[in-house]
């Protein structure tokens, strides 16, 4: 261990190298191991929870801090880069996209205006319109890369409150939301809390949204939409669809409300946050249909694009609204309307990572076939797990299987009806406790449910099967 400067006690320069090293050594050792490695290990809140204590007076320095890290740390976390996390609908950062991220960390550059990052500036706009492409999107999209899909909702709902406002001769993002009458927003039941979260940021209010909804497990009811509108009587609405709601990976009819809507003055918002990348693959292409008439898309790149936390996107056709909406000017700061572009008055972040970089790395290092083979691959394994489980005597599948999600439960023979929601509710838990797989519950149709998603580009078969046995012997156990 290095011997501290008496003198300085803060970070030096000659830190640095040895710092490399270490990390690059810590990095290797680790990524060797993780495919087989255990999601959370035994120990794990012990061992988060052993740091703490009081600020020291005087630091260990670098070499020191990282080491403790490194030995006490990988104990404490959860390894979800691994294959083994079908949590969240998680994707595992590619080789590209992890070397591109420390990139982004070694340059430390702040993406907020070309003036500020010409390099992260630029990929921005790079990674947007391969985006556009990917998704099949028209001329004229546009967007800004955020953390993730809650701030892409919040991005895209902002520009359609503004839209609203404007359709009733209020500019909303000057003049706020006095005196203007509630603007109605519809949903079916797969609305994400990410959207809800965002509404209620807004003021748009996530109690108010009206329900279009024709049974039990949530999907949508167009007539009901139809009727709805039609009370409206021309006042403008916002209607938000899901691709790939995240219990069992189903779809709002897109291409049939895109129908509906369009003689109607709607902000048409599609969350994709993992399902839109239904649409690069030709077996769920058709999943897909209608987006493109949409007023705007989220989606993430943590999660089936497979870069590292934290990256979303939210794209729409009419970034002059998402220009006023956002505006942020100051004497001082790039003016939105320069020759060179200021995503920091896109968006409700000034201050930005460089999140282009590792989104670029990806898809330049493997192209449109590169995300179609992450995204097949794991519409592979997710069958290869629903035929596993319809041939599992104790278990039961509960859905379809349209995407990459599979839901379902154990149903051990013997076990009443009655009995099976608080037999599937402690298997959850016993899931979370053994610590092999990473692996939520939810409801599908009133019954609780395993929710696994399949989202890395490390996921095996023999990963599926291990999970399968493993969901199979913790089941028998609390049947017994």
């Not at 994400?192 to 009811?221: I, N, Q, W, Y």
Request: net charge negative; proline share 6%.
């Amino acid at each position: 261990m290095e011997e501290r400067n008496p003198s300085f006690p803060g970070p030096r320069r000659e830190e640095l190298e040895p710092v490399l090293r270490q990390v690059f050594e810590e990095a290797r050792g680790y990524l060797a191991g993780i495919d087989e490695r255990a999601v959370r290990e035994p120990g794990c809140d012990a061992a988060a929870e052993a740091f703490g204590g009081g600020l020291p007076e005087r630091g260990v320095g670098a070499a020191a801090a990282l080491a403790e890290l490194a030995r006490d740390g990988f104990r404490g976390a959860a390894h979800t880069a691994g294959p083994r996390c079908f949590h969240f609908v998680m994707g595992g950062a590619t080789p590209a996209a992890l070397g591109a991220d420390f990139f982004a960390t070694l340059l430390d550059q702040l993406a907020y205006a070309w003036v500020s990052s010409p390099l992260a500036v630029r990929l921005e706009q790079v990674v947007l319109g391969w985006l556009r492409e990917l998704f099949e999107l028209p001329a004229g999209w546009s967007g800004v890369i955020t953390t993730g899909a809650t701030m892409a909702n919040f991005v895209n709902l902002a520009v359609a409150r503004q839209w609203c406002g404007q359709e009733l001769g209020v500019d909303v993002a000057e003049q706020g939301l006095y005196g203007l009458a509630p603007i109605p927003v519809f949903a079916g039941g797969y609305l994400h809390p990410a959207a809800e979260k965002a509404l209620s940021m807004l003021g748009l209010g996530r109690g108010t949204v009206r329900r279009c909804v024709r049974d039990a497990v949530g999907r949508f009811d167009v007539h009901a939409l139809a009727r709805g509108l039609a009370d409206l009587k021309g006042r403008p609405a916002i209607v938000c669809l899901t691709a790939g709601e995240p219990t069992a990976g189903d779809f709002d009819p897109i291409a049939e409300v895109a129908e509906l809507v369009a003689g109607h003055p709607v902000w048409l918002h599609v969350d994709g946050a993992f399902g839109l990348f239904a649409r690069v693959s030709p077996r769920t292409r058709a999943l897909c249909d209608g987006i493109e008439r949409a007023q705007s898309l989220t989606v993430d790149g943590h999660k089936w694009l497979n870069v590292p936390y934290d990256c979303g996107f939210a794209l729409n056709r009419a970034p002059e609204l998402m220009g006023h909406t956002f505006r942020y000017a100051a004497s001082y700061l790039a003016r939105p309307d320069e020759a060179r572009p200021v995503p920091g008055g896109f968006g409700p972040e000034s201050s930005r990572r460089a999140r282009s970089f590792a989104a670029w790395a990806t898809l330049r290092a493997y192209g449109r076939s590169g995300v179609r083979a992450i995204v097949e691959g794991n519409l592979d394994r997710a069958v290869e797990l629903a035929q596993l489980v319809d041939a599992a005597p104790d278990l039961e599948r509960l859905a379809d299987v349209p995407l990459n999600v599979v839901c379902f439960r154990a149903r051990p023979p013997g076990i009443a009806e009655g009995e099976l929601d608080a037999l599937n509710e402690r298997l959850g838990a016993a899931l979370l406790a053994d610590g092999r797989f990473l692996v939520g519950t939810g409801r599908h149709d009133g019954r609780v449910a395993l929710r696994p998603a399949i989202s890395s580009w490390r996921t095996r078969p023999e990963d599926i099967a291990l999970f399968v046995a493993v969901v199979r012997e913790l089941a028998s156990g609390l049947a017994t």
